[in-house]
């Protein structure tokens, strides 16, 4: 089945404790991308790629880094997570077509820090 | 950067009636999107748009690029559809796409 798995759904963690939400996508698509998702803002996209060793900052890309080593994985690292980084995040990957493509997004990782 | 602005923000429809929900982006674009939330939160790509008309089931999108507009329109509406729908614009840079949001549009459908 096709699809993009984040991981975890759910954390809870403190101030400070370096965190990692991985991403992976079984459909082979070069760009993903990063995006959280907060009440009255909306969603916003934090890092995108274009492929493996290509990133670019998104809108809100401050407090985040991220790594694509490989094709199929694009993890999303918090150095030292505050309490401002409180959202829901979602991956998501399309395929290298002709201009823009369909997006396939993740299930959401909600990210509580305390 | 890019506005995009939804309306309306929150609607509330009788089973079957016809709606429509708007967007308007303030520059040129790559590409737009209509997205559907969940009430669960996983999100779906509805269409994706550069030009004209695409039609999917009971859902329509359209786009007016002169008049920096789309509508998605949804035909014999039914509970089912209760979501937050979502507008988003992309643009193709060398290092990929990027994205921004309009603050979606939550949809309840009556029976």
């Known amino acids: 089945e096709a699809q993009v798995t984040q991981n975890p759904r759910y954390l809870i963690t403190v101030t400070g404790k370096k965190l990692t939400v991985t991403c992976s996508q079984n459909?082979?698509?070069?760009?993903m991308s990063w995006y959280r998702q907060d009440p009255g803002l909306g969603l916003r996209q934090i890092y995108y790629s274009m492929n493996v060793e290509v990133t670019d900052k998104g809108d809100v890309p401050e407090g985040y880094k991220v790594s694509r080593k490989e094709k199929r994985n694009f993890p999303l690292i918090l150095e030292s997570p505050s309490p401002n980084q409180t959202s829901l995040y979602f991956c998501a990957s399309s395929w290298r077509g002709r201009g823009n493509t369909e997006a396939f997004f993740g299930q959401g990782t909600r990210l509580t820090v305390v | 950067k890019n506005e995009v602005e939804q309306s309306p923000q929150n609607l509330t429809a009788q089973e079957g009636e016809f709606i429509t929900i708007n967007c308007s982006y303030s520059v040129g674009i790559s590409a737009l999107h209509w997205l559907q939330q969940h009430p669960g939160g996983g999100i779906v790509s509805l269409f994706m748009?550069?030009?004209g008309k695409k039609k999917h089931g009971r859902l329509i999108a359209t786009i007016n690029i002169q008049e920096k507009h789309s509508s998605l329109h949804i035909t014999a509406s039914h509970p089912r559809d209760s979501a937050v729908y979502i507008c988003a614009v992309s643009y193709h840079r060398n290092t990929g796409n990027q994205f921004y949001f309009g603050t979606g549009t939550s949809l309840t459908v009556i029976p």
């Open positions: 748009l550069s030009s």
């Open positions: 459909m082979n698509h070069e760009y």
